[in-house]
Nanobody
Framework: QVQLVESGGGLVQAGGSLRLSCAASGRTFRSYAMAWFRQAPGKEREFVAAINWSGANTYYADSVKGRFTISRDNAKNTVLLQMNSLKPEDTAVYSC???????????????????WGQGTQVTVSS
């Protein structure tokens, strides 16, 4: 029902910026909360940021707060993650996720989300 495709990853030096995009297909996109998670080699998947269906509420992991900004453009069916002041510790595969309209629970939990993109690699060099 929903397909998510991430783009915008790449190699950047520490202190630089990247903007990740998540393109969603599905007629009920506007009803979904969206989130970004990341997973580095040898590490568990961790929450990065989330945004509710309207974009009025955003949520961030402490590790990215003040550096990353999540936003959505429902008219274009896209969710963005603007990443500034990147650190080598941000290196990971970043995945976009979407929930379902009836879902409840914590925005920080991967269990909330039903749909996942394939991920895009972000590498931050020192």
């Amino acid at each position: 029902q929903v397909q998510l495709v991430e783009s915008g990853g790449g190699l950047v030096q520490a202190g630089g910026s990247l903007r990740l995009s998540c393109a969603a297909s599905g007629r009920t996109f506007r009803s979904y909360a969206m989130a970004w998670f990341r997973q580095a080699p040898g590490k568990e998947r961790e929450f990065v940021a989330a945004i509710n269906w309207s974009g009025a509420n955003t949520y961030y992991a402490d590790s990215v707060k003040g550096r990353f900004t999540i936003s959505r453009d429902n008219a274009k069916n896209t969710v963005l993650l603007q990443m500034n002041s990147l650190k080598p510790e941000d290196t990971a595969v970043y995945s976009c996720a979407a929930d379902s309209p009836s879902n409840s629970g914590s925005y920080y939990s991967a269990w909330r989300y039903d749909y996942w993109g394939q991920g895009t690699q972000v590498t931050v060099s020192s």
